[in-house]
């Protein structure tokens, strides 16, 4: 009997010192390798290029919804409805502006804008007082960074759609979306190779294209 009762002892005991051993285990390794690959990534060109893409990709996806609400308005509403720069998108009294904001130049739609539908007796395409405000767009670019997004308008203006979703009013050409030091002015060619154009045809129509030797087409 007390044989049998000091063997189950030095059982239990030699179970427990396994327990208690130093040592890491599977879940906690994986842990460790994965931060340390993420600490290697983030300093790799390769991380650089993926967040350049993904802030190019959101400039784009972003003004494109604002543009395809405005022409869908347009159609339900019955009249016209814009998309136009702004640089107090979320303040009270928003407004157009072309004016620079900071380190953003007066053309650089990153600043913000603002979605917007006619209302009589209100003849102009602008946002005007009494016009009903549909979405407002802060600012994509962080102020006070060396490298930033940048989103070139083709020309002054608001982008305009009548009831038809017709453009009947704004810059012709093509945005560019561009990722790189903070500029007055759109560079020639783009600072990135990752850039982007977005032309807003006659019809309404949206296109993204590659640019071409660093420049967008016509």
């Known amino acids: 009997m007390n044989t049998k009762r000091i063997g189950c002892q030095k059982r239990a005991g030699a179970v427990g010192s396994r327990g208690d051993s130093s040592g890491f285990t599977l879940v906690e390794l994986l842990t460790v390798v994965s931060i340390v690959a993420i600490l290697a990534a983030s300093s790799s060109g390769a991380f650089q290029r993926f967040i350049v893409s ?3 990709s959101e400039g784009s996806s972003t003004l494109r919804s604002a543009l395809e609400l405005a022409r869908s308005e347009a159609a339900m509403r019955g009249v016209r409805v814009g998309v136009c720069r702004s640089i107090n998108a979320n303040e009270d009294g928003a407004t157009c502006s072309q004016a620079a904001a900071g380190n953003v130049g007066g053309n650089d739609w990153s600043a913000g804008w603002i979605v917007y539908a006619k209302t009589p007796p209100n ?3 602008v946002f005007e007082a009494g016009d009903i405000l549909i979405r407002r767009q802060a600012s994509l670019s962080s102020a006070g960074l060396s490298s930033r997004l940048m989103i070139w308008a083709p020309g002054a203006g608001a982008i305009v759609y009548n009831w038809n979703g017709m453009r ?9 979306f561009d990722f790189g030091p903070a500029v007055g002015a759109l560079p020639v060619p783009m600072t990135s190779d990752l850039a982007r154009c977005m032309a807003v045809n006659i019809a309404g129509r949206i296109d993204v294209t590659q640019p071409q030797s660093g420049r967008c087409q016509p």
């Open 54 to 56: 993904a802030r190019i």
């Open 123 to 125: 003849a102009g395409d």
């Open 168 to 176: 009947v009013a704004g810059p012709a050409g093509n945005f560019a």
